[in-house]
C-alpha cells in the first residue's frame, strides 16, 4: 500500500459513492471507510459491545448501528450515542491524489 509519512492509502476516491461504506484491513487493523457527501470517515470496524462488524451495520445520516445489538455511533466522532464515555476509535482522513488516506497513527477527527 502506498504510505505517505502517517498516511496509508486506503481506497480510491471514486470507489466509494455517497452513502456507501466499505471495511478494509490495513496494517492489520479493521477498519471501515465510510462516504458521507464528499467527506469521507474512518472507524474501527468493531463494535465495542461484542466486537460485531459495523461494516454489516446500516447507515443514515451520520449514524451507524451496529447489526447485533443495534448500538448507534456517531462516525464522526466514534460515540456511541446512548452513553458518550464509549467510544469506537476514529482516524483521520485526507484526500490526496484522488486517494483517500487513513492516519492510523492518530485518533481524531474523521475528517
Known amino acids: ?46 463494535c465495542p459491545h461484542m466486537e460485531c462488524p459495523l461494516s454489516k451495520g446500516t447507515l443514515e445520516e451520520y449514524v451507524i448501528k451496529c447489526p447485533c445489538h443495534d448500538w448507534r455511533f456517531d462516525v464522526r466522532e ?17 484526500i490526496m491524489e484522488e486517494g483517500v488516506f487513513v492516519n492510523l497513527r492518530k485518533e481524531g477527527a474523521g475528517k
Open 1 to 46: 500500500m502506498k504510505q505517505e509519512d502517517n498516511w496509508i492509502f486506503a481506497i480510491k476516491k471514486d470507489d466509494l459513492g455517497n452513502g456507501e461504506k466499505k471495511p478494509l484491513l490495513i496494517e492489520g487493523n479493521k477498519l471501515l471507510v465510510l462516504r458521507i457527501d464528499d467527506d469521507f470517515f474512518a472507524m474501527s470496524n468493531k
Open 78 to 94: 466514534g460515540k456511541f450515542l446512548d452513553a458518550e464515555e464509549i467510544r469506537v476509535p476514529i482516524y483521520e482522513t485526507r
